[in-house]
């Protein structure tokens, strides 16, 4: 089946079918980009969507991590997950099928606009010819009438008995010509008439049947390319179908993964405060002193001594306990976290210790990052000048000693806070033996000598004094650090109370020296002695109280 053969008289209806071809081409093309505009939009309204929802956390409040919203926020992330595929969906579509329709559509149209004019000129090429024709025809046709008219002329004069030699030899002659050139107008028109039939037999058979067949294939891989495009549209869909599913399946095992105990742990944890639940408030009697006998006054007055509760303490000590069930006490935020409730200081340390110790791992890291450098240059001068890292190593130095300080300080309120968390009796039990352990210290003995190797002066005694305040001090836990200090000369503290350190080693000083040349310092362990102020660079926080620099 060729268009050539059976439309070889359709010029004009393949002009027009090649057309809609491409109109439809073209609508179809139009088709995709709409398609593309709506995955965009809905690609850029699920984007919007999730940023909405997202949760805005910040340093200083950070949401509970309930496994309910962590579910959320997870579904969240699948869901910017599945509107970037529609996004994927609708760059594959613009890439691989409206572009690929755009560029084969404007191929198209150069394509048919050349055959049709090729057509054209065949088409006008054979009219041409059969003018040629037709006028050569026409030309014959009328020599012959002038033909016939002369010799009618040449008969009637011949036959003309008055008619003169003269005018019947003119006649002839006349005759002669026009048959002359009706013979040669014959001629011309047979080989016009040849020639027409030739190119009208190769318009017809040779030309036009190549020109359709060219005009039959241009057409057929039109429908082709849209059967391509069909499929191609299809395939961007499918493409990303399994990613699709497995942001679903996230959607899915995050919905799972909700846990209600767990989130009533988390409230739990979240707001725990760590007091005790009050106590009941004890009778208070007003009525015995309007019952009271002379006789019996002394035993009653001292028996009301004896049995009378601290109505101001036992008050204070209540509402002390009650404010986290009330309102809670407005103010800044301290640097202990001292405003908090127990249990939330206790987290609030916690995770600040864990801070300053993954800092502190960091500067360690550099540090000694820092000294292989520093081993390197030495061994290989060409490389480096070891003395250009002093610098950064002091101030590394300084960096861990300020960690060090800090970590100490809040290792200190912690246990603070988790010894106030245990119980009342064990606190108090606790707190008698510190007591009794730091009467019965002793302190070493000895003179003070400018000898810089000796130990020249005793450490300063301590004696426990129990007075009224005891009771108000009974739960005091380690002193905090208000300083550090390093150590210019070793010290060697053989005696009782003291601490034994090495030159250039940094402790933690507790205690400040009250005149006698003693200073009180602690290691990183925890043990505690004292130290002559002369053998150590003392520094202390500039907020404690008298912060001085001992050189």
Same mark, same amino acid.
């Given at each position: 089946m060729s268009w050539g053969t059976e439309l070889w008289d359709q010029f004009d209806s393949l002009d027009k079918h090649t057309q809609w071809g491409i109109d439809f081409l073209e609508r179809y093309a139009k088709f995709v980009k709409e398609r593309i505009e709506i995955e965009q939009n809905y690609a850029k309204q699920l984007r919007n969507l999730v940023k909405k929802y997202c949760p805005k956390r910040s340093s200083k409040d950070e949401e509970p991590r309930f496994t309910s919203c962590v579910a959320f926020f997870n579904i969240l992330n699948e869901l910017n997950d599945y509107a970037g595929q529609r996004e994927v969906v609708a760059e594959?579509?613009? /890439?691989?099928?409206?572009?690929?329709?755009?560029?084969?559509?404007?191929?198209?149209?150069?394509?048919?606009?050349?055959?049709?004019?090729?057509?054209?000129?065949?088409?006008?090429?054979?009219?041409?010819?059969?003018?040629?024709?037709?006028?050569?025809? !026409?030309?014959?046709?009328?020599?012959?009438?002038?033909?016939?008219?002369?010799q009618q002329s040449y008969e009637r004069l011949d036959n003309d008995t008055n008619a003169t030699k003269a005018d019947v030899e003119k006649a002839k002659q006349q005759l002669n010509l026009r048959t002359h050139m009706a013979d040669e107008n014959k001629n011309e028109y047979a080989a016009q008439l040849q020639n027409f039939n030739g190119e009208q037999h190769k318009h017809f058979y040779v030309v036009i049947p190549q020109i359709y067949k060219q005009l039959q294939e241009m057409d057929e891989r039109r429908t082709v390319k849209l059967s391509e495009c069909y499929r191609g549209f299809a395939d961007s869909e499918r493409k990303v179908i399994p990613i699709i599913s497995k942001c679903l399946e996230g959607m899915i095992l995050a919905a799972k993964s909700v846990d209600e105990r767990r989130d009533s742990q988390m409230v739990v944890d979240s707001f725990k405060s760590g007091f005790e639940p009050p106590g009941d #408030?004890?009778?208070?009697?007003?009525?015995?002193?309007?019952?009271?006998?002379?006789? @019996?006054?002394?035993?009653?007055?001292?028996?009301?001594?004896?049995?009378?509760?601290?109505?101001?303490?036992?008050?204070?000590?209540? +509402?002390?306990?009650?404010?986290?069930?009330?309102?809670?006490?407005?103010?800044?935020?301290?640097?202990?976290?001292?405003?908090?409730?127990?249990?939330?200081r206790r987290k609030k340390l916690q995770q600040r210790i864990d801070e300053l110790n993954r800092e502190l791992q960091k500067e360690s890291d550099q540090k000694e990052a820092l000294n292989k450098m520093k081993d390197v240059y030495e061994k290989n001068?060409?490389?480096?000048?070891?003395?250009?890292?002093?610098? +950064?190593?002091?101030?590394?130095?300084?960096?861990?000693?300020?960690?060090?300080?800090?970590? /100490?300080?809040?290792?200190?309120?912690?246990?603070?806070?988790?010894?106030?968390?245990? $119980?009342?009796?064990? !606190?108090? /039990?606790?707190?008698?033996?510190?007591?009794?352990?730091?009467?019965?210290?002793?302190?070493?003995?000895?003179?003070?000598?400018?000898?810089?190797?000796?130990?020249?002066? $005793?450490?300063?005694?301590?004696?426990?004094?129990?007075?009224? #305040? @005891?009771?108000?001090?009974? @739960?005091?836990?380690?002193?905090?650090?208000?300083?550090?200090?390093?150590?210019?000369?070793?010290?060697?503290? /053989?005696?009782?109370?003291?601490?034994?350190?090495?030159?250039?080693?940094?402790?933690?000083?507790?205690?400040?020296?009250? $005149?006698?040349?003693?200073?009180?310092?602690?290691?990183?362990?925890?043990?505690?002695?004292?130290?002559?102020?002369?053998y150590i660079d003392v520094t202390l926080e500039k907020n404690s109280k008298g912060a001085v620099t001992y050189i």
């Open positions: 594959e579509m613009a /890439h691989r099928v409206y572009g690929e329709l755009m560029r084969y559509a404007h191929d198209l149209k150069t394509e048919r606009k050349m055959h049709l004019q090729e057509g054209r000129k065949a088409q006008q090429y054979l009219d041409m010819c059969w003018k040629q024709m037709d006028n050569s025809k !026409r030309k014959f046709e009328r020599e012959c009438r002038e033909a016939e008219k002369a #408030f004890p009778f208070e009697d007003y009525s015995q002193h309007i019952y009271r006998t002379i006789s @019996d006054g002394t035993i009653s007055a001292s028996k009301q001594e004896s049995g009378k509760v601290d109505v101001k303490t036992t008050v204070g000590k209540a +509402k002390g306990k009650l404010w986290l069930f009330g309102k809670k006490p407005k103010g800044t935020a301290l640097e202990d976290f001292s405003h908090l409730p127990p249990e939330q001068p060409q490389m480096g000048d070891p003395g250009s890292l002093q610098p +950064k190593l002091a101030e590394t130095m300084n960096n861990i000693d300020r960690l060090r300080m800090e970590i /100490h300080k809040n290792e200190a309120w912690l246990s603070e806070v988790e010894g106030k968390t245990g $119980g009342r009796g064990d !606190r108090r /039990h606790s707190s008698d033996i510190n007591h009794l352990v730091t009467q019965g210290r002793e302190s070493p003995e000895g003179s003070y000598t400018d000898d810089a190797n000796q130990e020249v002066r $005793g450490p300063p005694q301590q004696h426990g004094h129990h007075n009224e #305040f @005891d009771d108000e001090f009974e @739960d005091d836990d380690p002193l905090p650090a208000i300083g550090h200090c390093k150590a210019i000369y070793p010290f060697d503290g /053989h005696n009782e109370g003291t601490l034994a350190m090495k030159e250039g080693e940094v402790l933690y000083i507790i205690e400040e020296d009250k $005149g006698d040349g003693w200073t009180r310092a602690r290691r990183q362990n925890g043990e505690e002695g004292y130290v002559p102020t002369s």
